[in-house]
């Protein structure tokens, strides 16, 4: 019996630890992420994806179809999104390696994109504003971030909603071409 006692106080001085409530923390949130990750994607578009044509918030015209060839980062984000925050520079990363196109959700009018654009040195010309969130509809994405990445013929090979790091779009762009 006194063995039993002993044991039972060094579980509980372990579980005690703070590296240790750290990890359980860690692990509890995780399995809650992805417990809450398969609504967070909803119904997204699977296989081919939905063609559009679109003007940037810079004038110029986008087609979904001139970007058959190579790997494609369709990415859905917005100006009041702290997780879009988090991932910008991220995101222009990737779009020195790959092609891009932003999707821009319920984020004010193109003026307002244009500037937001300046202020936190993005890529204006490849921005489109989704004001009406039609495409983001299109791809059935219901939050925001989310990244939808295309082999050379336009087939959606990868989705990430949430928060994702350059590292892992430019590695599973990489592996698409």
Same mark, same amino acid.
């Given at each position: 019996? #006194?063995?039993?006692?002993?044991?039972?106080?060094?579980?509980?001085?372990?579980?005690?630890?703070? =590296?240790?409530?750290?990890?359980? =923390?860690?692990?509890?949130?995780?399995?809650?992420?992805?417990?809450?990750?398969?609504?967070?994607?909803?119904?997204?578009?699977?296989?081919?994806? #939905?063609?559009?044509?679109?003007?940037?918030?810079?004038?110029?015209?986008?087609?979904?179809?001139?970007?058959?060839?190579?790997?494609?980062?369709?990415?859905? =984000?917005?100006?009041?999104?702290?997780?879009?925050?988090?991932?910008?520079?991220?995101?222009?990363?990737?779009?020195?390696?790959?092609?891009?196109?932003?999707?821009?959700?319920?984020?004010?009018?193109?003026?307002?994109?244009?500037?937001?654009?300046?202020?936190?040195?993005?890529?204006?010309?490849?921005?489109?504003?989704?004001?009406?969130?039609?495409?983001?509809?299109?791809?059935?994405?219901?939050?925001?971030?989310?990244?939808?990445?295309?082999?050379?013929?336009?087939?959606?090979?990868?989705?990430?909603?949430?928060?994702?790091?350059?590292?892992?779009?430019?590695?599973?762009?990489?592996?698409?071409?």
């Amino acid at each position: 019996m #006194p063995h039993q006692k002993q044991q039972s106080t060094q579980y509980k001085a372990f579980f005690k630890k703070n =590296w240790v409530q750290n990890i359980l =923390w860690l692990l509890a949130l995780l399995a809650i992420f992805l417990v809450l990750r398969p609504f967070m994607q909803g119904d997204v578009a699977q296989g081919q994806a #939905p063609s559009f044509i679109a003007k940037t918030i810079t004038g110029e015209t986008i087609n979904l179809a001139d970007f058959k060839g190579e790997p494609v980062l369709i990415h859905f =984000w917005a100006t009041w999104c702290p997780i879009c925050e988090l991932e910008l520079d991220g995101i222009e990363e990737v779009a020195k390696s790959y092609k891009l196109i932003k999707i821009a959700t319920n984020s004010g009018t193109d003026e307002e994109l244009l500037a937001y654009a300046k202020e936190n040195n993005m890529v204006a010309s490849t921005i489109i504003n989704d004001s009406d969130s039609k495409l983001m509809q299109l791809y059935g994405a219901k939050a925001v971030p989310a990244s939808f990445m295309l082999d050379k013929n336009g087939e959606i090979k990868f989705i990430e909603v949430g928060f994702t790091t350059s590292y892992g779009l430019k590695t599973r762009l990489w592996s698409l071409k």
